[in-house]
Protein backbone atom coordinates (compact mmCIF):
# COMPACT_ATOMS: atom_id res chain seq x y z
CA UNK A 1 0.00 0.00 0.00
CA UNK A 2 1.28 3.68 -0.85
CA UNK A 3 0.45 6.70 1.24
CA UNK A 4 -0.88 9.95 -0.47
CA UNK A 5 1.77 12.32 -1.01
CA UNK A 6 0.39 15.00 0.59
CA UNK A 7 -3.44 15.29 2.29
CA UNK A 8 -6.07 16.40 0.53
CA UNK A 9 -6.39 20.03 -0.29
CA UNK A 10 -10.31 20.26 0.33
CA UNK A 11 -9.49 18.26 4.18
CA UNK A 12 -6.82 21.16 4.61
CA UNK A 13 -9.25 23.64 3.96
CA UNK A 14 -12.54 22.50 5.70
CA UNK A 15 -10.03 22.53 9.04
CA UNK A 16 -9.16 25.08 8.40
CA UNK A 17 -11.80 27.25 8.16
CA UNK A 18 -13.57 25.82 11.38
CA UNK A 19 -10.57 26.45 13.45
CA UNK A 20 -10.96 30.14 12.23
CA UNK A 21 -14.70 30.64 12.64
CA UNK A 22 -14.00 28.90 16.07
CA UNK A 23 -11.23 31.56 16.43
CA UNK A 24 -13.79 34.40 15.41
CA UNK A 25 -16.56 33.41 17.27
CA UNK A 26 -14.47 33.22 21.03
CA UNK A 27 -12.58 36.32 20.21
CA UNK A 28 -15.04 39.09 21.78
CA UNK A 29 -13.16 41.97 19.96
CA UNK A 30 -14.26 40.48 16.73
CA UNK A 31 -17.74 38.27 17.67
CA UNK A 32 -19.37 41.59 19.47
CA UNK A 33 -17.61 43.59 17.38
CA UNK A 34 -18.90 42.16 13.89
CA UNK A 35 -22.47 40.87 15.18
CA UNK A 36 -23.26 43.56 17.82
CA UNK A 37 -22.13 46.82 17.30
CA UNK A 38 -24.19 47.31 13.53
CA UNK A 39 -27.28 46.43 15.47
CA UNK A 40 -26.36 48.62 18.46
CA UNK A 41 -25.33 51.50 15.89
CA UNK A 42 -29.31 50.96 13.83
CA UNK A 43 -31.08 51.01 17.11
CA UNK A 44 -29.34 54.36 17.60
CA UNK A 45 -29.61 55.60 14.23
CA UNK A 46 -32.13 53.92 11.99
CA UNK A 47 -35.15 52.81 14.80
CA UNK A 48 -36.08 55.85 15.60
CA UNK A 49 -36.67 57.04 11.79
CA UNK A 50 -37.68 53.46 11.17
CA UNK A 51 -41.40 53.46 10.25
CA UNK A 52 -40.98 56.53 8.18
CA UNK A 53 -41.26 56.49 4.19
CA UNK A 54 -39.05 59.11 1.51
CA UNK A 55 -40.79 61.56 -0.70
CA UNK A 56 -40.53 58.83 -3.64
CA UNK A 57 -42.14 55.75 -1.45
CA UNK A 58 -38.91 54.07 -0.19
CA UNK A 59 -39.10 52.60 3.85
CA UNK A 60 -36.48 54.35 5.07
CA UNK A 61 -36.12 51.73 7.93
CA UNK A 62 -35.11 49.33 4.76
CA UNK A 63 -32.69 51.95 3.30
CA UNK A 64 -30.89 51.90 6.83
CA UNK A 65 -31.02 48.35 7.00
CA UNK A 66 -29.21 48.14 3.61
CA UNK A 67 -26.85 50.77 4.93
CA UNK A 68 -26.28 49.35 7.89
CA UNK A 69 -25.57 45.96 6.09
CA UNK A 70 -23.41 47.52 4.26
CA UNK A 71 -21.30 48.78 7.64
CA UNK A 72 -21.48 45.29 9.15
CA UNK A 73 -19.99 43.30 6.09
CA UNK A 74 -17.46 46.05 5.75
CA UNK A 75 -16.46 45.91 9.53
CA UNK A 76 -16.26 42.11 9.49
CA UNK A 77 -13.54 42.14 6.32
CA UNK A 78 -11.55 45.20 7.31
CA UNK A 79 -11.45 44.70 11.36
CA UNK A 80 -11.43 40.80 10.82
CA UNK A 81 -8.48 40.88 8.36
CA UNK A 82 -6.64 43.69 9.59
CA UNK A 83 -6.35 43.16 13.22
CA UNK A 84 -6.86 39.49 12.78
CA UNK A 85 -3.72 39.03 10.52
CA UNK A 86 -1.28 41.94 12.49
CA UNK A 87 -2.06 40.15 15.30
CA UNK A 88 -1.19 36.68 13.37
CA UNK A 89 2.24 38.20 12.63
CA UNK A 90 2.75 39.72 15.98
CA UNK A 91 2.65 36.21 17.72
CA UNK A 92 4.54 34.53 14.62
CA UNK A 93 2.21 32.06 14.07
CA UNK A 94 2.75 32.89 9.94
CA UNK A 95 6.64 31.70 11.11
CA UNK A 96 4.87 27.92 12.38
CA UNK A 97 2.17 27.93 9.23
CA UNK A 98 5.00 28.26 6.58
CA UNK A 99 6.87 25.11 7.81
CA UNK A 100 3.93 23.32 7.94
CA UNK A 101 2.26 21.27 4.43
CA UNK A 102 -0.45 23.78 4.54
CA UNK A 103 -0.37 25.75 1.28
CA UNK A 104 -0.56 29.97 1.74
CA UNK A 105 -3.58 30.31 -0.21
CA UNK A 106 -5.47 27.76 1.21
CA UNK A 107 -4.48 29.76 4.62
CA UNK A 108 -6.01 32.53 3.15
CA UNK A 109 -8.97 31.09 1.59
CA UNK A 110 -9.93 29.80 4.77
CA UNK A 111 -10.25 33.45 6.31
CA UNK A 112 -12.14 34.75 3.46
CA UNK A 113 -14.85 31.78 3.86
CA UNK A 114 -15.03 32.27 7.51
CA UNK A 115 -15.24 36.18 6.83
CA UNK A 116 -18.04 35.55 4.36
CA UNK A 117 -19.90 33.49 6.90
CA UNK A 118 -19.48 35.52 9.45
CA UNK A 119 -20.26 38.50 7.38
CA UNK A 120 -23.31 36.52 6.51
CA UNK A 121 -24.54 36.04 10.26
CA UNK A 122 -24.28 39.62 10.79
CA UNK A 123 -26.37 40.34 8.18
CA UNK A 124 -29.08 37.57 9.35
CA UNK A 125 -29.31 38.90 12.68
CA UNK A 126 -29.19 42.49 11.99
CA UNK A 127 -32.18 42.42 9.23
CA UNK A 128 -33.67 40.14 11.77
CA UNK A 129 -33.41 42.57 14.16
CA UNK A 130 -35.11 45.11 12.04
CA UNK A 131 -37.85 43.17 10.98
CA UNK A 132 -38.77 42.13 14.64
CA UNK A 133 -37.77 45.08 16.54
CA UNK A 134 -38.32 47.33 14.12
CA UNK A 135 -41.33 45.96 11.72
CA UNK A 136 -39.77 46.76 8.66
CA UNK A 137 -41.44 44.81 5.96
CA UNK A 138 -40.00 44.13 2.52
CA UNK A 139 -40.45 40.69 0.44
CA UNK A 140 -37.51 37.73 1.00
CA UNK A 141 -36.89 38.37 -2.40
CA UNK A 142 -35.29 41.60 -2.00
CA UNK A 143 -33.91 40.80 1.28
CA UNK A 144 -31.92 38.21 -0.37
CA UNK A 145 -30.46 40.08 -3.03
CA UNK A 146 -29.45 43.12 -0.58
CA UNK A 147 -27.40 39.67 1.50
CA UNK A 148 -26.52 37.86 -1.68
CA UNK A 149 -25.70 41.21 -3.11
CA UNK A 150 -23.28 42.54 -0.24
CA UNK A 151 -21.20 39.18 0.27
CA UNK A 152 -20.39 39.18 -3.40
CA UNK A 153 -19.67 42.89 -3.42
CA UNK A 154 -17.09 42.65 -0.41
CA UNK A 155 -13.64 41.97 -2.31
CA UNK A 156 -12.99 45.58 -1.91
CA UNK A 157 -13.00 45.25 1.98
CA UNK A 158 -10.92 42.26 1.87
CA UNK A 159 -8.34 44.02 0.13
CA UNK A 160 -8.36 46.67 2.53
CA UNK A 161 -8.55 44.49 5.69
CA UNK A 162 -5.15 42.40 3.96
CA UNK A 163 -3.67 45.72 3.39
CA UNK A 164 -3.88 47.25 6.93
CA UNK A 165 -2.88 43.49 8.39
CA UNK A 166 0.34 43.28 6.28
CA UNK A 167 1.38 46.83 7.07
CA UNK A 168 0.83 47.83 10.73
CA UNK A 169 1.72 45.90 13.42
CA UNK A 170 -0.48 44.44 15.55
CA UNK A 171 -1.32 47.50 18.11
CA UNK A 172 -1.45 49.65 15.78
CA UNK A 173 -3.60 48.00 13.31
CA UNK A 174 -7.30 48.04 15.73
CA UNK A 175 -6.47 52.70 15.42
CA UNK A 176 -5.76 52.18 11.84
CA UNK A 177 -8.59 50.18 11.19
CA UNK A 178 -10.90 52.82 12.86
CA UNK A 179 -8.88 55.44 11.47
CA UNK A 180 -9.88 54.38 7.91
CA UNK A 181 -12.94 52.56 8.16
CA UNK A 182 -15.24 54.75 10.22
CA UNK A 183 -14.51 57.78 8.69
CA UNK A 184 -15.08 56.19 5.29
CA UNK A 185 -18.31 54.64 6.66
CA UNK A 186 -19.75 57.94 7.51
CA UNK A 187 -18.90 59.99 4.65
CA UNK A 188 -20.53 57.51 2.62
CA UNK A 189 -23.83 58.02 4.08
CA UNK A 190 -23.99 54.57 5.91
CA UNK A 191 -25.04 55.94 9.39
CA UNK A 192 -26.51 59.11 8.34
CA UNK A 193 -28.45 59.10 4.85
CA UNK A 194 -25.88 61.28 2.51
CA UNK A 195 -28.70 63.92 2.16
CA UNK A 196 -28.24 65.05 5.89
CA UNK A 197 -24.46 65.41 5.82
CA UNK A 198 -23.15 68.88 5.30
CA UNK A 199 -22.66 69.64 1.17
CA UNK A 200 -18.74 68.73 0.99
CA UNK A 201 -19.36 65.55 2.68
CA UNK A 202 -22.08 64.90 -0.18
CA UNK A 203 -18.79 65.83 -2.87
CA UNK A 204 -16.63 63.46 -1.56
CA UNK A 205 -18.91 60.77 -0.89
CA UNK A 206 -19.18 59.60 -4.79
CA UNK A 207 -15.33 58.66 -4.95
CA UNK A 208 -15.62 56.62 -1.71
CA UNK A 209 -15.73 52.67 -2.63
CA UNK A 210 -18.24 52.41 0.48
CA UNK A 211 -20.70 54.58 -1.30
CA UNK A 212 -20.56 52.57 -4.22
CA UNK A 213 -20.50 49.62 -2.37
CA UNK A 214 -23.84 50.53 -0.16
CA UNK A 215 -25.08 51.10 -3.75
CA UNK A 216 -25.64 47.62 -4.25
CA UNK A 217 -27.81 47.09 -1.10
CA UNK A 218 -29.90 50.62 -1.76
CA UNK A 219 -30.74 49.95 -5.71
CA UNK A 220 -31.85 46.27 -4.18
CA UNK A 221 -34.97 48.54 -2.29
CA UNK A 222 -34.98 50.91 -5.52
CA UNK A 223 -33.25 53.65 -4.03
CA UNK A 224 -29.88 53.74 -5.65
CA UNK A 225 -28.31 57.17 -6.68
CA UNK A 226 -26.63 54.98 -9.80
CA UNK A 227 -26.86 52.36 -12.47
CA UNK A 228 -25.47 48.48 -11.16
CA UNK A 229 -23.05 49.13 -13.58
CA UNK A 230 -21.67 52.04 -12.33
CA UNK A 231 -21.07 50.63 -8.86
CA UNK A 232 -19.43 47.15 -10.09
CA UNK A 233 -16.48 49.49 -11.79
CA UNK A 234 -16.10 51.52 -9.15
CA UNK A 235 -15.74 48.15 -7.03
CA UNK A 236 -13.50 46.49 -8.96
CA UNK A 237 -11.16 49.76 -9.65
CA UNK A 238 -11.24 49.83 -5.61
CA UNK A 239 -10.92 46.23 -5.83
CA UNK A 240 -7.11 46.44 -7.58
CA UNK A 241 -5.96 49.22 -5.61
CA UNK A 242 -6.25 47.29 -2.39
CA UNK A 243 -5.22 44.06 -3.41
CA UNK A 244 -2.40 45.37 -5.16
CA UNK A 245 -1.41 47.16 -1.77
CA UNK A 246 -1.97 44.16 0.20
CA UNK A 247 0.45 42.28 -2.23
CA UNK A 248 3.07 44.84 -1.78
CA UNK A 249 3.23 44.57 1.96
CA UNK A 250 2.42 40.87 1.74
CA UNK A 251 5.56 40.64 -0.43
CA UNK A 252 7.70 42.95 2.00
CA UNK A 253 6.95 41.04 4.63
CA UNK A 254 8.08 38.03 2.61
CA UNK A 255 11.17 39.51 1.94
CA UNK A 256 12.27 40.55 5.41
CA UNK A 257 10.51 37.12 6.65
CA UNK A 258 11.31 34.59 4.54
CA UNK A 259 13.48 35.38 1.81
CA UNK B 1 7.50 3.46 4.35
CA UNK B 2 9.68 4.93 1.57
CA UNK B 3 7.11 5.69 -1.82
CA UNK B 4 8.71 6.26 -5.35
CA UNK B 5 8.86 9.97 -5.02
CA UNK B 6 12.79 10.89 -3.88
CA UNK B 7 13.39 7.36 -2.53
CA UNK B 8 16.73 7.75 -3.73
CA UNK B 9 17.54 11.02 -2.25
CA UNK B 10 18.24 11.69 1.72
CA UNK B 11 16.47 13.37 3.70
CA UNK B 12 18.50 16.88 4.05
CA UNK B 13 20.92 18.10 1.56
CA UNK B 14 23.01 20.96 2.05
CA UNK B 15 25.31 22.13 -0.76
CA UNK B 16 27.49 24.65 0.47
CA UNK B 17 24.75 26.28 1.79
CA UNK B 18 24.91 30.06 2.36
CA UNK B 19 22.87 32.62 4.22
CA UNK B 20 23.81 36.23 4.67
CA UNK B 21 21.87 38.75 6.43
CA UNK B 22 22.75 42.20 5.12
CA UNK B 23 26.32 42.21 6.40
CA UNK B 24 26.08 39.22 8.27
CA UNK B 25 26.98 36.03 6.87
CA UNK B 26 24.95 33.46 9.59
CA UNK B 27 25.54 30.24 7.30
CA UNK B 28 29.21 30.43 5.45
CA UNK B 29 29.25 27.50 3.77
CA UNK B 30 27.58 24.31 5.31
CA UNK B 31 27.65 21.15 3.11
CA UNK B 32 25.48 18.26 5.43
CA UNK B 33 23.95 15.49 3.94
CA UNK B 34 21.54 13.66 6.51
CA UNK B 35 20.13 10.42 5.40
CA UNK B 36 16.77 8.19 6.24
CA UNK B 37 16.84 6.96 9.92
CA UNK B 38 19.86 9.10 11.57
CA UNK B 39 19.09 10.93 14.82
CA UNK B 40 21.31 14.23 14.22
CA UNK B 41 22.02 16.72 17.15
CA UNK B 42 23.18 20.14 15.36
CA UNK B 43 24.91 21.47 18.53
CA UNK B 44 26.61 24.98 19.10
CA UNK B 45 26.79 27.83 21.02
CA UNK B 46 23.80 30.35 20.17
CA UNK B 47 24.27 32.18 17.03
CA UNK B 48 26.36 29.52 15.94
CA UNK B 49 23.83 29.14 12.90
CA UNK B 50 21.98 26.37 13.66
CA UNK B 51 18.31 28.21 13.67
CA UNK B 52 19.16 29.52 10.08
CA UNK B 53 20.75 25.98 8.96
CA UNK B 54 17.45 24.70 9.95
CA UNK B 55 15.30 27.11 8.40
CA UNK B 56 17.48 26.68 4.76
CA UNK B 57 16.70 22.61 5.37
CA UNK B 58 13.12 23.83 5.54
CA UNK B 59 12.72 26.24 2.69
CA UNK B 60 11.73 29.32 5.67
CA UNK B 61 14.69 30.58 4.35
CA UNK B 62 16.19 30.89 0.78
CA UNK B 63 20.56 30.44 0.86
CA UNK B 64 21.97 33.22 -0.84
CA UNK B 65 24.68 30.93 -2.16
CA UNK B 66 24.67 26.68 -2.22
CA UNK B 67 21.51 24.83 -2.29
CA UNK B 68 18.96 23.09 0.10
CA UNK B 69 17.66 20.33 -0.63
CA UNK B 70 14.71 17.89 1.58
CA UNK B 71 13.67 15.04 -0.20
CA UNK B 72 15.44 15.53 -3.23
CA UNK B 73 12.74 18.31 -3.57
CA UNK B 74 13.22 21.95 -3.37
CA UNK B 75 12.35 22.47 0.69
CA UNK B 76 9.10 24.73 -0.45
CA UNK B 77 7.52 21.96 -2.40
CA UNK B 78 3.93 20.38 -0.53
CA UNK B 79 5.40 16.91 -0.77
CA UNK B 80 8.33 17.16 0.53
CA UNK B 81 6.88 19.75 3.86
CA UNK B 82 4.27 16.62 3.85
CA UNK B 83 6.83 14.45 5.35
CA UNK B 84 8.30 16.42 7.65
CA UNK B 85 6.94 17.75 10.94
CA UNK B 86 8.72 20.80 12.79
CA UNK B 87 9.12 22.18 15.49
CA UNK B 88 10.51 26.08 15.70
CA UNK B 89 12.02 28.62 17.84
CA UNK B 90 10.25 32.03 17.61
CA UNK B 91 7.07 30.43 16.37
CA UNK B 92 3.45 30.63 18.00
CA UNK B 93 -0.41 29.73 17.41
CA UNK B 94 -3.05 30.78 18.42
CA UNK B 95 -4.36 30.70 22.47
CA UNK B 96 -7.88 30.79 21.34
CA UNK B 97 -8.10 26.95 20.22
CA UNK B 98 -7.45 24.09 22.75
CA UNK B 99 -4.70 21.56 22.35
CA UNK B 100 -6.96 18.83 20.96
CA UNK B 101 -8.30 20.96 18.65
CA UNK B 102 -4.76 22.44 17.31
CA UNK B 103 -3.47 18.93 16.71
CA UNK B 104 -6.34 17.56 14.82
CA UNK B 105 -5.94 21.11 12.85
CA UNK B 106 -2.77 19.60 12.31
CA UNK B 107 -3.42 16.55 11.77
CA UNK B 108 -5.39 17.35 8.67
CA UNK B 109 -2.30 18.87 6.89
CA UNK B 110 -0.83 15.53 6.59
CA UNK B 111 -1.71 12.27 4.66
CA UNK B 112 -1.82 9.54 7.29
CA UNK B 113 -1.68 11.44 10.42
CA UNK B 114 -1.26 9.43 14.25
CA UNK B 115 -4.56 9.31 16.31
CA UNK B 116 -4.87 12.51 17.97
CA UNK B 117 -4.67 10.79 21.59
CA UNK B 118 -1.81 9.53 20.20
CA UNK B 119 0.22 12.91 19.66
CA UNK B 120 -1.25 14.15 23.00
CA UNK B 121 0.47 11.29 25.01
CA UNK B 122 3.72 11.55 22.95
CA UNK B 123 3.95 15.02 24.41
CA UNK B 124 2.66 14.21 27.64
CA UNK B 125 -0.11 16.84 27.26
CA UNK B 126 -2.61 14.19 28.25
CA UNK B 127 -4.28 16.64 31.29
CA UNK B 128 -4.17 19.81 29.09
CA UNK B 129 -5.78 18.12 25.75
CA UNK B 130 -9.20 20.45 26.54
CA UNK B 131 -7.27 23.76 27.89
CA UNK B 132 -6.83 26.51 25.60
CA UNK B 133 -3.05 26.84 24.09
CA UNK B 134 -3.37 30.45 25.78
CA UNK B 135 -3.58 29.32 29.33
CA UNK B 136 -0.23 26.87 28.87
CA UNK B 137 2.73 27.48 30.78
CA UNK B 138 6.05 28.12 28.92
CA UNK B 139 6.73 24.22 28.84
CA UNK B 140 3.11 23.06 27.92
CA UNK B 141 3.63 24.95 25.33
CA UNK B 142 6.77 23.62 23.91
CA UNK B 143 5.29 20.31 24.21
CA UNK B 144 2.24 21.59 22.37
CA UNK B 145 4.63 22.49 19.56
CA UNK B 146 5.95 18.83 19.74
CA UNK B 147 2.87 17.33 19.41
CA UNK B 148 2.15 19.25 16.57
CA UNK B 149 5.20 18.44 14.82
CA UNK B 150 4.63 14.34 15.59
CA UNK B 151 0.68 14.36 15.22
CA UNK B 152 1.40 13.86 11.37
CA UNK B 153 3.13 11.03 11.66
CA UNK B 154 5.96 12.52 9.24
CA UNK B 155 8.84 10.62 8.36
CA UNK B 156 11.25 13.62 9.95
CA UNK B 157 11.38 16.20 12.60
CA UNK B 158 12.83 19.19 12.88
CA UNK B 159 13.23 20.18 16.05
CA UNK B 160 14.78 23.90 16.93
CA UNK B 161 16.04 23.79 20.95
CA UNK B 162 13.10 21.37 21.34
CA UNK B 163 13.49 21.48 25.24
CA UNK B 164 14.24 25.20 25.68
CA UNK B 165 12.26 25.78 29.04
CA UNK B 166 10.93 22.27 30.59
CA UNK B 167 11.16 21.25 33.75
CA UNK B 168 13.40 18.37 33.97
CA UNK B 169 10.55 15.52 34.70
CA UNK B 170 8.91 16.95 31.03
CA UNK B 171 12.51 16.95 29.76
CA UNK B 172 12.85 13.73 29.90
CA UNK B 173 10.02 12.53 28.81
CA UNK B 174 10.25 14.75 25.31
CA UNK B 175 13.68 13.16 25.34
CA UNK B 176 12.38 9.77 25.60
CA UNK B 177 9.80 10.14 22.93
CA UNK B 178 12.43 11.71 20.66
CA UNK B 179 14.85 8.21 21.10
CA UNK B 180 10.89 5.93 20.69
CA UNK B 181 10.22 7.98 17.69
CA UNK B 182 14.00 7.34 16.50
CA UNK B 183 13.96 3.56 17.57
CA UNK B 184 10.68 3.48 15.29
CA UNK B 185 12.83 4.40 12.14
CA UNK B 186 11.94 8.41 11.92
CA UNK B 187 14.70 10.66 10.73
CA UNK B 188 15.16 13.58 13.46
CA UNK B 189 17.06 16.74 12.96
CA UNK B 190 17.36 18.61 16.53
CA UNK B 191 19.65 21.36 17.64
CA UNK B 192 20.63 22.03 20.56
CA UNK B 193 23.45 24.01 23.07
CA UNK B 194 23.28 21.01 25.24
CA UNK B 195 26.35 18.63 25.07
CA UNK B 196 24.86 16.26 27.27
CA UNK B 197 21.43 16.29 25.69
CA UNK B 198 23.20 15.55 22.12
CA UNK B 199 25.50 13.03 23.81
CA UNK B 200 22.27 11.12 25.10
CA UNK B 201 20.45 11.16 22.04
CA UNK B 202 22.68 11.69 18.77
CA UNK B 203 24.02 9.38 17.23
CA UNK B 204 26.16 11.77 15.08
CA UNK B 205 26.94 15.57 16.29
CA UNK B 206 27.26 18.22 14.08
CA UNK B 207 28.86 21.03 15.85
CA UNK B 208 28.31 24.36 14.25
CA UNK B 209 30.17 27.79 15.40
CA UNK B 210 30.36 30.83 12.99
CA UNK B 211 28.08 29.61 10.42
CA UNK B 212 30.46 26.91 8.91
CA UNK B 213 30.68 22.68 10.64
CA UNK B 214 33.65 22.36 12.36
CA UNK B 215 32.89 18.79 13.92
CA UNK B 216 30.81 15.80 12.25
CA UNK B 217 31.62 13.18 14.05
CA UNK B 218 29.98 10.59 16.92
CA UNK B 219 29.00 11.61 20.31
CA UNK B 220 32.25 9.84 21.89
CA UNK B 221 34.35 11.23 19.03
CA UNK B 222 33.23 14.66 19.91
CA UNK B 223 33.67 14.85 23.00
CA UNK B 224 36.97 13.53 22.95
CA UNK B 225 37.74 16.29 21.34
CA UNK B 226 35.74 19.05 23.57
CA UNK B 227 37.91 19.58 26.43
CA UNK B 228 35.59 19.22 29.48
CA UNK B 229 37.16 20.53 32.66
CA UNK B 230 38.21 24.00 33.33
CA UNK B 231 41.68 24.22 35.61
CA UNK B 232 42.30 27.34 37.55
CA UNK B 233 45.41 27.66 40.32
CA UNK B 234 48.18 29.53 41.62
CA UNK B 235 51.57 28.32 40.85
CA UNK B 236 54.16 29.28 43.58
CA UNK B 237 56.85 29.60 41.32
CA UNK B 238 57.23 31.53 37.62
CA UNK B 239 55.37 29.62 34.91
CA UNK B 240 55.15 29.77 31.15
CA UNK B 241 53.90 27.90 28.15
CA UNK B 242 57.03 26.03 28.33
CA UNK B 243 56.28 24.51 31.62
CA UNK B 244 52.73 22.88 29.54
CA UNK B 245 54.57 21.80 27.22
CA UNK B 246 53.01 18.09 26.19
CA UNK B 247 50.31 18.30 28.22
CA UNK B 248 46.88 17.30 27.35
CA UNK B 249 45.43 21.50 27.89
CA UNK B 250 44.05 23.91 25.84
CA UNK B 251 43.05 27.72 26.02
CA UNK B 252 46.28 28.17 28.42
CA UNK B 253 46.51 31.65 30.02
CA UNK B 254 48.88 32.78 32.52
CA UNK B 255 48.64 35.99 33.94
CA UNK B 256 51.29 36.55 36.80
CA UNK B 257 51.13 33.76 38.60
CA UNK B 258 47.54 33.17 37.62
CA UNK B 259 47.02 29.99 35.13
CA UNK B 260 43.27 28.96 33.54
CA UNK B 261 43.47 26.02 31.28
CA UNK B 262 40.77 23.79 29.92
CA UNK B 263 41.48 19.95 29.52
CA UNK B 264 40.05 16.21 29.42
CA UNK B 265 42.48 15.03 31.68
CA UNK B 266 42.89 17.49 34.34
CA UNK B 267 44.60 14.45 36.96
CA UNK B 268 47.05 14.22 34.25
CA UNK B 269 48.07 17.41 33.67
CA UNK B 270 48.35 17.75 37.76
CA UNK B 271 50.33 14.88 38.17
CA UNK B 272 52.68 16.20 35.69
CA UNK B 273 52.90 19.62 37.00
CA UNK B 274 53.90 18.37 40.44
CA UNK B 275 56.55 15.89 39.25
CA UNK B 276 58.20 19.13 37.09
CA UNK B 277 58.20 20.80 40.76
CA UNK B 278 55.17 23.35 39.93
CA UNK B 279 53.49 24.42 43.55
CA UNK B 280 50.19 24.57 42.74
CA UNK B 281 47.84 26.54 45.43
CA UNK B 282 44.19 27.83 45.26
CA UNK B 283 43.19 24.86 42.87
CA UNK B 284 39.66 24.94 41.11
CA UNK B 285 38.36 22.12 38.59
CA UNK B 286 35.18 22.94 37.19
CA UNK B 287 32.80 21.83 34.46
CA UNK B 288 33.94 23.83 31.56
CA UNK B 289 30.88 25.52 29.74
CA UNK B 290 30.20 24.82 26.22
CA UNK B 291 30.79 28.27 25.14
CA UNK B 292 34.45 28.00 26.48
CA UNK B 293 34.92 24.11 24.67
CA UNK B 294 33.57 25.45 21.55
CA UNK B 295 36.18 28.40 21.69
CA UNK B 296 38.94 26.00 21.64
CA UNK B 297 37.24 23.68 19.18
CA UNK B 298 37.16 26.85 16.73
CA UNK B 299 40.91 27.60 17.90
CA UNK B 300 42.15 23.73 16.92
CA UNK B 301 39.81 23.92 13.40
Redesign the interface.
Known amino acids: MTTPAAAPLLRMLLAQTKSELLIRWRVPAFSVTNLVLPIVFFTFFGLPIAHLRSADGVSIGAYLLASFGAYAVGNVMVYGFGIGVANERGMKIDRLMRASPLPPYVFMLAKVLTALLFALLALVLLIGFGIVVGGIRETPIIWATVIARLLAGSLPFIGLGFAIGYWSGPNAAPAVANLIYLPLSFASGLFVPLSQLPQFIQNIAPFLPSYHYAQLGWSAIGAGHESLGVSLVWLGGYSALFLALALRFYRREERAKFA | ?V???GAMASVVELRGARKRFGEVEAVKGVDLTIGAGELVALLGPNGAGKTTSIALM?G???PTGGQALLFGLEPND??A??R?G?M?Q?????G??TVR??V???R?????PLPADRAIALAGLEAKAGARAGTLSGGERQRL?FA?AVC?DPEAL?LDEPTVGMDVETRRGVLESIRALSAAGKTIVLTTHYLEEADLLAHRIVVIDHGVVIADATPREIKARIPSKRVNFRAESAVGDATFQGLPVQNLEIADHRVHLLSNEPEVVLRALFERGVGVRDLEVTGADLEEAFLSLTKRG
Not at chain 2, 108 to 112: C, D, G, H, L, Q
Open positions: MDNLLLRQRRRSCVLESGTTMLELDLFAYYPSYLGF
